[in-house]
């Protein structure tokens, strides 16, 4: 069994930081990317950062210079510091991880976590 384990997220006030953690665990032989993603109320879910088991990152337009995605590879774990925070950032954010390898002998697969919220207002 794998599980994605999120935390970090709550309610701040704008122009403030959060750091948002997502800890994968279980059996994991290899994980290639893991990412962010959002969902505000009445709209669909939109990918914030994104980053490769090599370190490459893309992030949305609306993040840019906000947002660092990190990760740990000893540790299965991914991170978003989110700094500057608008109202407009208000959502639950998803962890995302691809082509999750369980052995060297399973074929991969994406998982999801439980989703975190993240509320910015004053």
């Known amino acids: 069994q794998v599980q994605l384990v999120e935390s970090g997220g709550g309610l701040v006030q704008p122009g403030g930081s959060l750091r948002l953690s997502c800890a994968a665990s279980?059996?994991?032989?290899?994980?290639?990317?893991m990412g962010w993603y959002r969902q505000a109320p009445g709209n669909q879910r939109e990918l914030v950062a994104i980053?490769?088991?090599?370190?490459?990152?893309n992030y949305a337009d609306s993040v840019k210079g906000r947002f660092t995605i990190s990760r740990d590879n000893a540790k299965n774990t991914v991170y978003l510091q989110m700094n500057s925070l608008k109202p407009e950032d208000t959502a639950v954010y998803y962890c995302n991880v691809q082509n999750l390898r369980r052995t060297y002998f399973h074929t991969g697969r994406d998982y999801w976590g439980q989703g975190t919220q993240v509320t910015v207002s004053s």
């Open positions: 279980g059996s994991i032989f290899s994980i290639n990317a």
């Open positions: 980053i490769t088991s090599g370190g490459s990152t």
